[in-house]
Structure formats: structure tokens, C-alpha cells
């Protein structure tokens, strides 16, 4: 997780959601920026918390948990205590067999001697898609629902933003928290033209799209509806808020041009 204190503001990145080229714009926005953990621009929301508040953020069981891990011990920042409930947060949700696809077609261009022990890079290399599918949602790839802690002590300050509405619905935030900044994302870490799997959904059995749709449950419970288009909307901290285009009939989605 990238974090400004001087802005109060943390980004939690989610694999393959752009967060490349919004960690780019972040650090070229806040001057301040610096992981959470050092190495690690994928740590998840609970254990960011944690780092940032020398544990307070955590139950006594779970400090105990956290500082057993003597990485646990060292901090990019000076800890705060109470920030885990003032801190803004923003993420971003992309469609999950979409999500998957390009996870799996970049661990297909890391060289083996780059990720030699990583099961992701393994099964993405050697194996099909399917088997990295089956990896994913055995527990290697935690659920958005967890990854951003949904209904933890920063949920209340958390938005996340959709991946097919970043750019507009990212600025529309950031105007909302009057934080006012230059905006353009660049291209980083983009996939190649083409893509390895078409048709994500399509490529798998029946149980493993199950598999993906009971692992992402609170993505679809929450973001998707048929009759509300999944490209303008952004999340409040207790229930769905949808913001429907002025046009009554459902519009298009457009992908968007940044990927990570």
C-alpha cells in the first residue's frame, strides 16, 4: 500500500487493476509517497494498518500474531495511533475473470530465473489457465473482500473505484476530498496488444467459474447488477451506491487503455 501522511491519503493496490500507472501518478502527485512496506506494493489493507499504527490497529491476539514476524518489526513510517479510523483509502475493483486473465498473462512474461519459486509464475508458464485459476481461489489470491478489509476500522474511509470507470471516477474522489491535483495517468506496465484468453469466463469449466464467482462474492454482490452499468459507480462505506448516467439506457463500457 502506498501512503502520503502529509495527505492523509493510501492507495491499496490490488494485482492487475492498474496499479502501476496509479502508483506512478501517486508518487508524481504527493511528494511524500512511500510504501507501506518497503519492496511490497501488493500489502493488504489489515496488515498496512498494522505497520503504520505499530500494531494498535489489531485485536491483542492478532498484535501478538503480527509482531511475531520479526519483518513486522521494522516500519517505513514513524507508528501513529488512531490513524487506522481517520486515513483515506481509495482501490481499485476490476471484473475478476477479466483480473485473473491478466494476472495470469504477466506471470507468463516473467522469466523463470526472475520468480523461481513462485507457484503463481509456475502454473501461469507450465500449466493452463484453469490451473491458475484453481491456484487463485484456493486461498494464493485473497478475495477483494478481504484484500481492502471490508468492515475494518478504515472501511468507513474506504472508496473503492472501478477499473472500466478509473480515470473519471478517480478524479471525481479526489475532488470530493478536496484534494486538488494535476490528473493523467500514464501507461505503465501495459499488456501487449492481443491477449492470451479471449474470453476468460468462457475458457473455464462450469465449477471453476463457480470457484471464481464464490471467491469474488462480495464483488458481484456488491458491483454487479444487470441493470446498473458497472462503469460509474463507486463504493460508500455501508451499502452500494450506484450513480446512474444521465441517459436512462445502459451504456457501454469502454476498457480502459492503463494496465498493471
Known amino acids: 500500500m502506498l501512503v502520503s501522511l502529509a495527505n492523509n ?3 491499496a493496490h490490488y494485482p492487475k487493476t492498474a496499479g502501476s500507472s496509479v502508483a506512478t501518478w501517486f508518487f508524481q502527485t504527493f511528494p511524500d509517497a512511500q510504501y507501506v512496506r518497503a519492496g511490497d506494493p501488493h500489502t493488504h489493507v489489515r496488515r498496512s494498518l498494522a505497520c503504520l499504527t505499530g500494531g494498535r490497529s489489531l485485536s491483542a491476539l492478532q498484535r501478538l500474531q503480527f509482531f511475531s514476524r520479526t519483518s513486522n518489526w521494522r516500519h517505513q513510517t514513524q507508528p501513529t495511533a488512531g490513524l487506522e479510523t481517520s486515513i483515506r483509502i481509495f482501490g ?11 494476472l495470469a498473462a504477466y506471470w507468463r512474461r516473467v ?40 468492515g475494518g476500522p478504515a472501511w468507513a474511509n474506504t472508496r473503492l ?10 478524479q471525481t474522489q479526489m475532488n470530493r476530498w478536496g484534494i486538488d491535483c494535476r490528473f493523467a495517468l500514464p501507461q505503465v506496465n501495459c499488456r501487449p496488444s492481443g491477449s492470451w484468453i479471449p474470453d476468460p469466463e468462457g475458457a473455464l469449466d462450469a465449477r471453476l467459474q463457480a470457484a471464481v464467482r464464490r ?8 458491483w454487479f447488477d444487470e441493470q446498473m452499468p458497472r462503469a460509474t459507480c463507486t463504493t460508500p462505506h455501508t451499502q452500494p451506491r450506484w450513480e446512474r448516467p444521465r441517459q436512462p439506457t445502459r451504456m457501454p463500457l469502454q476498457r480502459s487503455r492503463h494496465r498493471s
Open 111 to 150: 522469466p523463470p530465473m526472475k520468480a523461481p519459486n513462485n507457484r503463481f509464475a509456475t502454473a501461469a508458464r507450465e500449466g493452463r489457465f484453469s490451473d491458475f485459476v484453481r491456484l487463485a481461489t484456493s486461498g494464493r489470491l485473497p478475495s477483494y473482500r478481504k484484500f481492502f478489509d471490508v
Open 215 to 222: 471467491h469474488f462474492s462480495w464483488y458481484y454482490e456488491t
Open 92 to 102: 481499485i475493483v476490476r471484473p475478476p475473470f477479466a483480473m485473473l486473465a491478466s
Open 9 to 11: 491519503l493510501a492507495f
Open 161 to 170: 473505484i472501478h477499473f472500466e470507470d478509473l480515470e473519471t471516477g478517480l
